[in-house]
């Protein structure tokens, strides 16, 4: 496991999400699929905001746009997180 997977599970436990993996894929974008547990990122996409983004999803699973509370939960993780 690579050090990005690595925080990448790291968040996910710290935010409650456990047994998730993230998976790496070639479609060119990325997914959250909630009930198999598991976030798809693209490999050009596999950063922590590409991350984060579909995080917010699964901790939001009944919201299903980019909404105000979509977006202030995404910002919020991003502040939390993004400790460059």
């Known amino acids: 496991m690579n050090?990005?997977?690595k925080q990448f599970i790291k968040i996910l436990k710290q935010e409650g999400l456990f047994n998730w993996e993230v998976v790496k894929i070639k479609s060119g974008g990325?997914?959250?699929?909630?009930?198999?547990k598991q976030i798809l990122l693209d490999e050009n996409n596999?950063?922590?905001p590409f991350f984060l983004h579909e995080?917010?999803?699964a901790l939001l699973p009944n919201i299903k746009?980019?909404?105000s509370i979509w977006?202030?939960?995404y910002t919020s993780l991003l502040v939390k997180y993004n400790k460059n």
């Open 3 to 5: 050090p990005l997977q």
């Open 30 to 36: 990325g997914l959250c699929l909630y009930n198999h």
């Open 46 to 48: 596999y950063n922590l």
């Open 55 to 57: 995080l917010t999803h």
């Open 65 to 67: 746009n980019h909404n």
């Open 71 to 73: 977006a202030d939960k």
